[in-house]
T-cell receptor, first 114, second 112 residues
Framework: GAGVSQSPSNKVTEKGKDVELRCDPI?????LYWYRQSLGQGLEFLIY????????KSGLPSDRFSAERTGGSVSTLTIQRTQQEDSAVYLC????????????FGPGTRLTVT | TQLLEQSPQFLSIQEGENLTVYCNSS?????LQWYRQEPGEGPVLLVT?????EVKKLKRLTFQFGDARKDSSLHITAAQPGDTGLYLC????????????FGTGTRLTVIP
């Protein structure tokens, strides 16, 4: 079946502009995660959605970052007033449920802020 | 923040050699996972270890979870060029947090 998809695959934006990154999780997966990966490094947790529960936003680095998940499926990560340090690959993952269920990752969106 | 330090950061070896990658922390994890990531793709789960001292084998890969559940190792026997990639360890801590804490990564290159 279809895996996790993300769009766009690449995004170049000017400093100060807002960007929206999209994630389509695997159908039927109730948990959805956003991570950020700096060049060649490990992943940094950003936010977690589980069903209709309030999201865990503990990893968001500033109030310029926000995310929503509509209808328990598609998610959008929004970065307002982008800064150069926001440049990274943004990865989305979904799992059947939260906790220890295997997370399936999308290919990521490479964001470059000039 | 739970820190998972991986070593070495970079490793370049010849095909057929053996190697070990280490993942260390001062924190205790309820479980630990290893992922492999190729360029332009997301990480793919290789294994999950849960019990202290646990050893799991996946073909030429052997994973071990430390007795105290603070560290783990990945050993690859007779490395192949297809093993090339970024290896990441990641753990769930004991607070019941929903997110994985990822290690700093080991970039492995296997030269034919």
């Amino acid at each position: 079946g279809a895996g996790v998809s993300q769009s766009p695959s690449n995004k170049v934006t000017e400093k100060g502009k807002d960007v929206e990154l999209r994630c389509d999780p695997i159908s039927g997966h109730t948990a959805l995660y956003w991570y950020r990966q700096s060049l060649g490094q490990g992943l940094e947790f950003l936010i977690y959605f589980q069903g209709n529960s309030a999201p865990d936003k503990s990893g968001l680095p500033s109030d310029r970052f926000s995310a929503e998940r509509t209808g328990g499926s598609v998610s959008t990560l929004t970065i307002q007033r982008t800064q150069q340090e926001d440049s990274a690959v943004y990865l989305c993952a979904s799992s059947l449920a939260g906790g220890f269920y295997e997370q399936y990752f999308g290919p990521g969106t490479r964001l470059t802020v000039t | 923040t739970q820190l998972l330090e991986q070593s070495p950061q970079f490793l370049s070896i010849q095909e057929g050699e053996n190697l070990t990658v280490y993942c260390n922390s001062s924190s205790v994890f309820s479980s630990l996972q290893w992922y492999r990531q190729e360029p332009g793709e997301g990480p793919v789960l290789l294994v999950t270890v849960v019990t202290g001292g646990e050893v799991k084998k996946l073909k030429r890969l052997t994973f071990q979870f430390g007795d105290a559940r603070k560290d783990s190792s990945l050993h690859i026997t007779a490395a192949q060029p297809g093993d090339t990639g970024l290896y990441l360890c990641a753990g769930f801590d004991q607070t019941g947090a929903n997110n994985l804490f990822f290690g700093t990564g080991t970039r492995l290159t296997v030269i034919p």
